[in-house]
Nanobody, 122 residues
Framework: QVQLVESGGGLVQAGGSLRLSCAVS????????MGWDRQAPGKQRELVAG???????HYADSVKGRFTISRDNAKNTVTLQMNSLKPEDPAVYSC????????????????WGPGTQVTVSS
């Protein structure tokens, strides 16, 4: 069984910062890639950021230079630090996990968290 527990999210002002965290219980020892996906009304789903257990990362072009993803393998936790938030960033953000990072990129992750709302005021 693989369980994902999310924390963070909320309302922030444009230009502000927010941090999302996801704790993963991987009893199958099959998780290599973790990341954060987002979905907003009228917009396509996209992988905001992803990271492998080896430290390889992927970022959507829209968040490069503003968001940073990190992973603490000892604590089984992945964190997304979001800085300089823009009006385009509000969405439901969901933690995702899979063996392969490309599957996260394509929205095909085997495991998903329930999602947390991020709202930006302007």
């Amino acid at each position: 069984q693989v369980q994902l527990v999310e924390s963070g999210g909320g309302l922030v002002q444009a230009g502000g910062s927010l941090r999302l965290s996801c704790a993963v219980s991987d009893n199958s020892f099959s998780i290599n890639a973790m990341g954060w996906d987002r979905q907003a009304p009228g917009k396509q789903r996209e992988l905001v950021a992803g990271i492998t257990s080896g430290g390889s990362t992927h970022y959507a072009d829209s968040v490069k230079g503003r968001f940073t993803i990190s992973r603490d393998n000892a604590k089984n936790t992945v964190t997304l630090q979001m800085n300089s938030l823009k009006p385009e960033d509000p969405a439901v953000y969901s933690c995702a996990a899979d063996r392969y990072l490309p599957r996260l990129r394509d929205g095909l992750a085997d495991y998903w968290g329930p999602g947390t709302q991020v709202t930006v005021s302007s």
